[in-house]
């Protein structure tokens, strides 16, 4: 079984900056990619950045130059650095990890539970 946590987020002023962490924990063998995902109020869950284990970092247009992607390897931890933040940043930013478990050797995908990043203007 394979677990993933977001932790960080918090009510932040606009400009501000905030540090998102998703900590994989359980039977893994190895981490494909990791994704960040985020849902503003009434609106559809949009992809933000995309981590892969090939070295691969993209980031979402609305979130370039001002979000950043790192890895903590040792610790199957992924941050997300978001500097400049706006109101419309506002949302629940959500975790996303292909992962091959290490008893069954299957790929499988995994979300953690999210964690709500508020903007203030």
């Known amino acids: 079984q394979v677990q993933l946590m977001e932790s960080g987020g918090d009510l932040v002023p606009a400009g501000g900056s905030l540090r998102l962490s998703c900590a994989a924990s359980?039977?893994?063998?190895?981490?494909?990619?990791m994704l960040w995902y985020r849902q503003g109020p009434g609106q559809q869950r949009e992809w933000v950045a995309t981590?892969?284990?090939?070295?691969?970092?993209n980031y979402a247009d609305s979130v370039k130059g001002r979000f950043a992607i790192s890895r903590d390897n040792a610790e199957n931890t992924m941050y997300l650095q978001m500097n400049s933040l706006k109101p419309e940043d506002t949302g629940v930013y959500y975790c996303?990890?292909?992962?091959?478990?290490?008893?069954?050797?299957?790929?499988?995908?995994?979300w953690g539970q999210g964690t709500q990043v508020t903007v203030s203007s």
């Open positions: 981590w892969t284990s090939g070295g691969d970092i």
């Open positions: 996303n990890a292909e992962i091959r478990e290490s008893v069954s050797y299957r790929v499988r995908l995994y």
């Open positions: 359980g039977s893994i063998f190895s981490i494909n990619g």
